[in-house]
């Protein structure tokens, strides 16, 4: 089965610094990458997806990129605000009915002014 | 659009009692729904996946008899922890995909939670 490994678990920012996540999957049938923001006590919220006949995505602050051959995607947040202070999953799955996500361990972002 | 609720937003019961936990896609239909559980500062565990008329599936490892789902409309589908011990003290969370078609065919949304406490 699907197997998503994410990097760094915590990261730490200035207000204004660029964020970047890194996670890999391993089955190569994978075909979906989205983003979830968690913040404490709520559920996670989608922020950018991607699928696998794109390369970059992109809005406002916010990019995805993904590298099919080497099974890998990746958040970019720009111009960090306190306010993108969360823990941040990446998922990937087959883009059909009845597939579940497979998460990511997750990363704590945390933005100091 | 696409708003999952999820009902209550906590609960506190004693060992040994039972416990339902409701999940509304308020806006949308969904066919699939899916059941997560979240200890604290980790990822998401993938419990079941509940199909609307049918049996849920489980994750190896999950107990169906003790968590028993049920997934009766297209909007909605409940979590029942049966006999609660304080080990199934838990943040348990809900999502749900569109039914079909579409351009967002694939998104999953998430219910707020429920935390779940076992005395």
């Known amino acids: 089965g699907e197997n998503v490994e994410q990097h760094p678990s915590t990261l730490s920012v200035q207000e204004g610094d660029s964020a970047v996540i890194k996670c890999t999957y391993s089955?190569?049938?994978?075909?979906?990458f989205p983003w979830y923001k968690q913040e404490l006590g709520k559920g996670p919220q989608l922020i950018i997806d991607?699928?696998?006949?794109?390369g970059e995505k992109k809005d406002q602050r916010i990019a995805v990129t993904l590298n099919k051959t080497a099974k890998h995607f990746s958040l970019h947040i720009t111009e960090t605000q306190p306010e993108d202070s969360a823990v941040y999953f990446c998922?990937?799955?087959?883009?059909?009915?009845?597939?579940?996500?497979?998460f990511g361990k997750g990363t704590t972002l945390s933005v100091s002014s | 659009g696409a708003v999952v609720s999820q009902h209550p937003s906590r609960v506190i019961c004693k060992s040994g009692t039972s416990v339902k936990i409701e999940c509304r896609s308020l806006?949308?239909?969904?066919?699939?729904m899916f059941w997560y559980r979240q200890f604290p500062k980790q990822s998401l565990m993938l419990m079941a996946t509940?199909?609307?008329?049918?049996?849920?599936?489980?994750e190896q490892g999950v107990e169906k008899d003790k968590f028993l789902i049920n997934h009766a409309s297209l909007t909605l589908s409940t979590l029942t922890v049966t006999s609660a011990h304080p080990e199934d003290s838990s943040f348990y969370i809900c999502?749900?995909?569109?039914?079909?078609?579409?351009?967002?065919?694939?998104?999953?949304?998430f219910g707020p939670g429920t935390r779940l406490t076992v005395l």
């Open positions: 999502s749900a995909r569109w039914a079909s078609g579409g351009p967002i065919y694939n998104e999953q949304f």
């Open positions: 089955d190569s049938a994978s075909n979906y």
């Open positions: 991607i699928r696998s006949n794109v």
């Open positions: 998922a990937a799955s087959i883009d059909q009915a009845g597939t579940a996500l497979i």
């Open positions: 806006d949308f239909q969904a066919t699939t």
């Open positions: 509940s199909n609307e008329g049918s049996k849920a599936t489980y």
